[in-house]
């Protein structure tokens, strides 16, 4: 069975840092394209990033380029999106999904950014 | 970029209603679009994926078709569990995606 598992998200005041993870299962992690997905609170979807499997190659959305890394590590079936100088309009669920023959998503981890 | 334009935002139906969600992308997208049914504190659900086969699991009332930049989403008997919110997301692109808006499936 497939499973995504997001962790890391909390509280964080503006300006700062979080990093999010998901860990993945049931499935050849590394010939995956993974992507992060958020959406804030009473609002649509929104892309955020995604990762090629195996050469790394990443995507980002405007509103996050720069700020936000996507990187993973296939020897632990883990993806990660390392958020700086986060911003209100940061907060967010942060789901991670991935793409193969169909689409795959895990269950969120809530962002918070406020003071 | 591609943008896709989802209607409508809201729709009343009742229970046995068939509903049509449509779903327009501004250049052609091929077949590489899927469908998602969200409830409040869920993460999205995947319905339909490469415009029009169902996703394992999901009740035959639910289908999709279209295929360049029109598509839709059908559900052909309404039933008390498909109210929800309901996206649909384009993957032409593979690795950067775009979301129709939402329609919001209420009750009548």
């Known amino acids: 069975e497939v499973q995504l598992l997001e962790s890391g998200g909390g509280l964080v005041q503006p300006g700062g840092s979080l990093r999010l993870s998901c860990v993945a299962s049931g499935f050849t992690f590394s010939t995956y394209a993974m992507s992060w997905v958020r959406q804030a609170p009473g609002k649509g979807l929104e892309w955020v990033s995604a990762i090629s499997g195996s050469r790394g190659n990443t995507y980002y959305a405007d509103s996050v380029k720069g700020r936000f890394t996507i990187s993973r590590d296939n020897s632990k079936n883990t993806l990660f999106l390392q958020m700086n100088s986060l911003r209100a309009e940061d907060t967010a669920i942060y789901y991670c999904a991935g793409l193969g023959a169909t689409i795959f998503w895990g269950q969120g981890t809530l962002v918070t950014v406020s003071s | 970029d591609i943008q896709m334009t989802q209607s409508p935002s809201t729709l009343s139906a009742s229970v046995g209603d068939r509903v049509t969600i449509t779903c327009r992308a501004s250049?052609?997208?091929?077949?590489?679009l899927a469908w998602y049914q969200q409830k409040p504190g869920k993460a999205p659900k995947l319905l339909i994926y490469k415009a029009s086969t169902l996703e394992s699991g999901v009740p035959s009332r639910f289908s999709g078709s279209g295929s360049g930049t029109e598509f839709t989403l059908t559900i052909s008997s309404l039933q008390p569990d498909d109210f929800a919110t309901y996206y649909c997301?384009?993957?032409?692109?593979?690795?950067?995606?775009?979301f129709g808006q939402g329609t919001k499936v209420e009750i009548k």
């Open positions: 250049q052609s997208i091929s077949s590489w």
């Open positions: 997301q384009q993957y032409n692109t593979y690795f950067t995606w775009t």
